[in-house]
């Protein structure tokens, strides 16, 4: 059974649309959603489609409909606010990517987390960085259509005691709070299609794009996934490299500093009449 992990933070007339990554869940995104909407921005986390689920719920659903979750999202998301950013960690950066090439009009800038169009990480084994090219071919074959990538430590994340937390839920089947265990290779040969899409679109990209990426990215190469954007968009580009964290920027040791340099970011391009007023002190207690 899938779960419905998405989630609504009310703002300012500024809005922000943040999206998960491959087998992920939207509470990938909670810590940088809570400080972004504490900096005045109305925020939607998407749960993409067939996610939140079980492999079977996932294998039956492709990029189209994860695109499609993205852009349902983002059309609603219009009716709220007057201005629209974007984010995305890992896969869920690619949407976002693809989201600022398709509709240049109705995003104005975008977060690039985590940027993934290949798994060529450290802790990728060799044999794992063939397997994204690979499944394109098994599931034009039919051939191990149910079997999956098992993800290993560190599960993208350096700090220990987070990754303790999301290991046990996500080897406990909590896929709506820590996502899958495994990576099916259905659902590979979707991103890899996916990848191959976004990356020739890249130089239609023309709005800014705030690039942050693990140096140390166990997942995610920087220098093949954020490089590759940084070079390949044609709008303005910030680039950060965190020094303190693996691939799930958004929720290790430099989470704080994702959220801070993405408001700074974002409320650059965003007029300040659109950011809903900071509660005072008492206000956030309670007091009267």
Known sequence: MIHDASFFLPGGKAGVLLIHGLTGTPAEMQILAK??????????AVQLAGHCGTEEDLIKTNWHDWYRSVCDEAGKMLQKVDMLFVGGLSMGAVLALKLAADYPDKVKAVG?????????????????????FLATWFKQLGILQKSAFIERPPYGLKDERIRKTVAES???GDSASAGLAGNPFPALAE??????????????ITVPCLIMHAADDDIANIKTNAGLVARK?????????????????TIDRDRKRVIEKTAEFFSA????????????????????
């Open 269 to 288: 391009f965003c007029p300040p009449r659109l950011l809903a007023r900071a509660k005072p002190a008492h206000e956030k207690a309670g007091i009267t």
């Open 112 to 132: 690039v987390y985590g940027v993934t169009f290949f798994y060529d990480g450290w802790s990728i084994p060799f044999y794992g960085r063939r397997l994204g």
């Open 191 to 204: 991103m890899v299609k996916l990848s191959r899409i976004v990356r020739r679109i890249l130089p239609k």
């Open 170 to 172: 996500m080897l406990a």
């Open 233 to 249: 968009v044609a709008g303005p580009v910030e680039f950060v490299a965190l020094e303190n964290s693996y691939h799930l920027i």
């Open 35 to 44: 400080g972004l909407n504490r900096a005045g921005f109305t925020v939607s």
